[in-house]
């Protein structure tokens, strides 16, 4: 299976499943909006606890917060989004579709990768054993031209963009020889700047003053808090502030499913530092949040760094942690070390003294800030992706399974009689309100018991608790693991204790690096 097929399978299954359905879909849809279904919602809340009790319970110093989506636009003025929260957008004259002018760069970018990697591949073959990567990958001719041209190409954009030359964007397409994917020419216009954020009006007022902004991330919420919480909560610096909410912006490149939303969740903590001391801070963040990712199990190869070669204009600096979608590595996390840039700014602003008098060093100044932004959205995919198997089992049958880690499954476990009567029913029931105070359990006498476990699989869910006739008499249940599909019997009043066991969220909790 290609990793396209794979991808379109995902997105088919996520919607058979009660995991992500197409927004309004009744209307035929909206583009690059979404609603997450019974077992998505589930998926999604236990996401978000990973992320809410990594930081606040795991660290001492850490406070959450729940700030409104509407805010006063001089916030926005502030914070750099008016004047410079914008994509670089280009028209196909012929096919009349638009498309992120850097984007095509990088998918030309890409389309080299895969030349050079064809080019190894070839000559892997025609050498065999004998073949040594590294040397062939410096000396080839044709490997050379192509990361050379490539390396030429990106640099340029890297400039382009940081110094907002637009024609010069557009001089990299043109050189490129890069053609519209649905007109197939050139047919280009000019580069032009256009605004992510979506504004509307608050209170009566038709026209001018009322303008407000869904706001396009969350961290705002927590810079304008900043001396609320830090006096009520009597906070010493470092500290952080942890806020997880809605976030919106007008993608112009709205695809890959919920990878790009115009409506979507972050999760973010600004962790407030001594001046002069956030590179170190960056430094551990960026291993912290590394970590945070690769104890869900996956395997470390499916995540990397990507550091960043054109800073955002808060940045001193900036990394992306990057995970292998279908469609490639991409970004599901930011960890930037965003100087003073905010809370000074907002000082400007709004007039008011933002700053920490610090009782160690005796003076006062305006705290550096080290931000960890993740998406929910993006961490879901990336949970869905790296889950989704097809599996050929023993006599021909196929599965498919959702390997979701035990801690963040939409259900932790399924109760099945394994038949409808003879008083299985009943003490089912009753495990099901053994369990329940605790975990999200489920109770289903629908059908073959071989087909109730199918179902559980597609759904993830970790562990199947089967009643049968002997549970009568012993007192005992099977239990089904779904990764091996293995079973084992076990005493009905050790239900709570094994449970817990397999499913708590300590597991990954105790994998993740400390600061
Ligand atoms: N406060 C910093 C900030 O917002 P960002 O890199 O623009 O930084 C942070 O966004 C994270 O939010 C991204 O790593 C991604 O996971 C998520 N994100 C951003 N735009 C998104 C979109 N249109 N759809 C889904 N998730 C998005």
Known sequence: MTQEELFRKLIAH????GFIFPSSEIYDGLSAVYDYGQMGVELKNNIKKYWWDAMTKLHDNIVGIDAAIFMHPRTWEASGHVGAFNDPLIDNRDSKKRYRADVLVEEWMARQDEKIEKEVEKARKRFGEAFDEAQFRSTAPRVLELSARREQVRLAMVAALTDNDLEALRRIIVGCEIVCPISGT????????FNLMFETRMGAAAHGANIVYLRPETAQGIFVNFLNVQKTGRMKIPFGIAQIGKAFRN????????FRMREFEQMEMQFFVRPGQEIDWFNRWREVRMSWHRALGFGDEKYRFHDHDKLAHYANAATDVEFQFPF????VEGVHSRTDFDLGNHQKFSGKKIQYFDPESGESYVPYVIETSIGVDRTVLQVLSAAYTEEKLDGGEERVVLRIPAAIAPVKVAVLPLVKKDGLPEVARNIVDMLKFDHNVQY?????????????????????????????????????????MAQERVPMAELPRIVEELVSMRRLFERIKPL
């Not at 007192?475 to 089904?480: K, P």
């Open 14 to 17: 996520s919607k058979e499943y």
């Open 186 to 193: 050139r047919n280009w216009t000019e580069v032009r700047q």
């Open 251 to 258: 993608e112009i490149v709205a695809r890959q499913f919920i």
């Open 328 to 331: 490639g590595f991409k970004e």
């Open 444 to 484: 289903d006498e629908k059908d073959s018991i071989g087909k109730r476990y199918r179902r559980q699989d597609a759904i993830g869910t970790p562990l199947c608790i089967t009643v049968d006739h002997e549970s009568l008499e012993s007192r005992t249940v099977t239990i089904r693991h779904r990764d091996t």
